[in-house]
């Protein structure tokens, strides 16, 4: 039987995770403060959790919120003379640095979540407490739910949350957008911090089946939430095609057993169509109207893979003129190695092999198991067995989790045989 | 809200003074400094080679030593305290800081507000 009651409330939940983000930053805007605004944005949801079943969802559900919300802060300011000194001190010295905020004509919320994306994306925090209070923040996960996704016991994700929100407050990082001027130096950061966190969620969405949070698609939602607030920022509109792109593949990237399977066998029937077409929109609009950025140029990428039919039918001279645009503007010898798969596609094997043996030196490939895995991959094809099977092995030695390492070890078994 | 920023010289010369160092350059930013009006103290250190080092042990008794010498790879030397609204704004002066160039680095540390 269907507790009717407890499906009411998961959905009026989801439909607070969207309203969680909104609310938070607009209370922070109006208390300069985190922790408070925190608080009572979770009483303001409590309340509604309790009383919309009940009374109804009121006609505007969002400033009711606010109004519920901003009349808990007032009572809790009342009690707290203390912290209302330390927060009306904090009011001054803000406007100090810029003015305030043009009141909203239609008393509708205004959208304040943008200066909470660059606030958690700070350079200033750790970089591993980034992603977990923009997941906090924005995409309104709970503590228990952050650690879970990240697969850390939840009282050490309390603990790290705990102290990044203690460095925002103490150290006064502020709640503001960037200006014009800054803005191309702080974009990237924020977006670094989203596109981490989904590929947190690939790497270890691969994993054995877990009831774990999927960090992909919660990505695509704070990617999406971007791209609302920031629409002329073709590298914005880069990254959530990026992301979509690879995550259409997300059905085939996986075999039965929960083993890695690549994109040379992979079922493209499996892909999902509607993601691909939405992520080449946005490829067009981050390629057109100037020079491209980096996620531009790797949702391109993923574009035409995700295009061709097959992987012998791909476009891989486009390919890698790509990687050489991409190499131009993140000279790493990550994407010159995955430039040298695609020149081995593109001339054959051989010239894959030279362009490999050329990055051998390099100390950030040293350790980096997809180096050895792909010079495997492109002995095996020229018949050099014995050097494609070491060249396995030492890929199975830097594998870290088992579905890459059952995949590693089945191409192995392969060309033993 | 104050901060001070730590300067800390990186590569320190036999002399002991920090290798790279452009006085006209740190003239202009003391001027900065003081015309934008943020200005709450600031001191450069005299050479590492005249510091001594002071300790008190559990009993009282008090050891002083020349030095420290720099067994550590950043020396400080000097600091300034600054009345600015945020992290932000502190992190681009010291970013304007001669001290941040080169081997050298500034550290930006909230001073501790015991409430008024």
Aim: charged share 25%.
């Amino acid at each position: 039987m269907r507790d009717e009651r407890a499906d009411g409330v998961a959905s009026v939940e989801a439909v607070f995770r969207e309203e969680h983000g909104r609310l938070l930053a607009a209370l922070v805007r109006r208390f300069g403060d985190l922790d408070l605004a925190e608080e009572v944005t979770s009483e303001a949801i409590e309340a509604a959790l309790a009383r919309w079943p009940v009374d109804g969802v009121p006609p505007k559900p969002g400033a009711w919120l606010m109004t519920t919300a901003r009349r808990r802060a007032v009572d809790r300011l009342r009690r707290d003379q203390a912290l209302a000194a330390r927060l009306a001190m904090l009011r001054v010295e803000a406007e100090r640095a810029e003015p305030p905020p043009a009141q909203d004509a239609d008393g509708g919320l205004p959208d304040e979540r943008l200066q909470l994306f660059f606030t958690c994306a700070h350079p200033a925090l750790a970089a591993e407490d980034r992603g977990a209070l923009m997941l906090r923040c924005l995409a309104g996960l709970s503590t228990p739910e952050v650690a879970r996704a990240f697969l850390v016991p939840p009282e050490t994700m309390a603990k790290r949350i705990t102290r990044a929100k203690k460095k925002i407050r103490a150290a006064r990082i502020p709640f503001r957008v960037p200006g014009a001027d800054e803005l191309p130096g702080r974009l990237p950061g924020v977006l670094q911090v989203v596109y981490s966190i989904f590929t947190e969620g690939y790497v270890a969405s691969s994993g054995p089946r877990l009831q774990r949070l999927d960090l992909a698609e919660e990505a695509i939602r704070l990617g999406r939430i971007l791209r609302r607030l920031l629409p002329a920022e073709r590298e914005v509109a880069g990254l959530l095609g990026l992301m979509l792109l690879v995550h259409a593949r997300r059905d085939a990237r996986s075999g039965p057993d929960g083993e890695v399977v690549l994109l040379d066998e992979q079922d493209r029937a499996r892909w999902d169509r509607g993601m691909i077409a939405e992520g080449r929109d946005l490829v067009a609009v981050a390629l057109t109207g100037g020079p491209p950025g980096p996620y531009g140029v790797q949702a391109a990428i993923a574009a035409l893979h995700d295009e061709s039919v097959s992987l012998d039918t791909t476009d891989w001279p486009q390919i890698v003129a790509l990687y050489d645009v991409l190499l131009a503007l993140v000279p790493s010898p990550i994407v010159a190695l995955n430039r040298a798969v695609a020149v081995a596609m593109r001339d054959g094997p051989e010239a894959g092999l030279a362009l490999l043996d050329e990055l051998a030196g390099e100390p950030r490939l040293r350790g980096y198991h997809p180096y050895p895995a792909a010079r495997a991959d492109l002995l095996s094809r020229v018949g050099r067995f014995s050097e494609a099977a070491a060249a396995y092995r030492q890929a199975l030695e830097l594998a870290g989790t088992e579905p890459e390492r059952a995949h590693l070890r089945r191409r192995l078994d392969a060309i033993e045989d | 809200m104050k901060y001070m920023l730590l300067i800390q010289a990186g590569e320190v010369a036999e002399n002991g003074e920090a290798a790279e160092s452009d006085f006209g350059a740190w003239v202009a930013y003391d001027k900065a400094v003081k015309d934008a009006g943020i200005f709450v103290s600031g001191e450069s250190l005299a050479d590492l080679v005249t510091a001594t080092m002071v300790r008190v042990s559990p009993d009282g008794e008090r050891t002083v030593t020349d030095g420290p010498f720099a067994e550590t790879r950043e020396v400080l030397g000097g600091f300034y305290v600054i009345d600015v609204p945020d992290l932000d704004a502190a992190l681009d002066w010291a970013a304007r800081c001669p001290g941040a160039l080169g081997s050298g680095s500034v550290v930006v540390r909230p001073v501790a507000d015991f409430g008024v």
